[in-house]
C-alpha cells in the first residue's frame, strides 16, 4: 500500500501510519459492495463446507429450512471420491454439475473451493465457515475418537484396523506434547501421518499443488482472494447469531427467516433436554 501511493501518486507516505489507510478504505466499503450475492449468475448456492467448523449444524439448520423457502438441499455430489484435491477432470465434471442443478438448490458437500470461471460457466452463490484453528482441531481430534464416528467408519470399511484402548484415551495435551506425528503441525509439509483436515485454508484456496502446503503463505493469499472475490459469506458458528444474521440479509432467497427457524429449533431441543431429565 505504501509503495502504490509512493510511486503512483507521488506523495511521500512515509508519516501516515497503516492504521489511516484501513481506516479510510473501510470507509468506502459498504454493504451493497461486500455482497458478492449479486455477481452470482446461478440460484444456486455452493456450500463446500470445512471440516469442524460447524458446517454440519448449518447443514441441518438448512435442511429444516428447505420447506419454508421453497429450495433443495443435495448433500452428495457427481464425484464418489474423498480425496479434496481433485484433477482438472474432476473439477470438470462437478463444476458442470453445479451448473445442472434446479433454481433453488444448496449444495453441501466436504470440498476444495471450485473455479467456476475457468470452464467458461455460470458462477453459483458461494458460502462457507471459518473457525479458530486451534479449537478446529481440538474437536478432530476427539471427533475421529467418539464411539458415533468410529461405528459410521467401521460399517463402511469393515476391515479397517481397530486402534488401541491407549489411542482413544490419549488426550490431546498429551499428544502434542508427546511428540505423537498425529498432533504435530509443520510448515510446508504436504502429507501428514494421519489425515486430519488441518489445512484449514485449503477449502478456500482450492486444488493446486501451492494450496497444498501447511501455513503457507502463498497458500492464504490464494484463499483470502478467493474469498474476498468469490464469497457471498463467509461466517463462523462461534458468532451464530452474526453469521444468520448476514446470512439472511445477503442471500434472502434462500435464508429468509433463518434466524426465527434456528430459534425455535433451539427452544425445540432445550424443551426435549428439560423432558428427559425430568
Known sequence: MLLTCRN????????????HLYKSQLAS?????LNNTRHSKLE????????????????????????????????Q???????????????????????????GTIYIEHCNWLDFHRYQLLRPIYINLVRDPVERMIS????????????????RFPNATIMSEKWFKKSYNDCVRSGDPECQYVPGSIKESVGNYKRQTLFFCGHN???LPFDSQRAIQLAKLHVER???????WEETNITLTVLE??????????RNIFECRLHDELFEIVLRTT
Request: glycine share 6%.
Open 230 to 236: 468469490d464469497y457471498a459469506v463467509v461466517g463462523t
Open 44 to 75: 444456486v448456492i455452493f456450500f463446500n463446507r470445512g471440516a469442524k467448523v460447524g458446517s454440519e449444524a448449518l447443514m441441518e439448520l438448512t435442511q429444516t429450512m428447505a420447506p419454508f423457502n421453497n429450495m433443495t438441499v443435495v448433500t
Open 249 to 258: 440479509a445477503y442471500i434472502p432467497r434462500f435464508f429468509k427467516g433463518v
Open 77 to 103: 455430489g457427481p464425484l464418489a471420491i474423498n480425496s479434496r484435491t481433485r484433477s482438472p477432470k474432476e473439477q470438470m465434471i462437478q463444476a458442470l454439475w453445479v451448473t445442472e442443478l434446479e433454481p
Open 8 to 19: 503512483h501518486l507521488g506523495i511521500l507516505c512515509e508519516n501516515l501510519r497503516p492504521s
Open 29 to 33: 466499503l459498504s454493504s451493497e459492495k
Open 140 to 155: 478432530w481430534y476427539y471427533y475421529v475418537r467418539s464411539g458415533y464416528r468410529n461405528a459410521i467408519h467401521h460399517r
Open 209 to 211: 499443488r501451492e494450496c
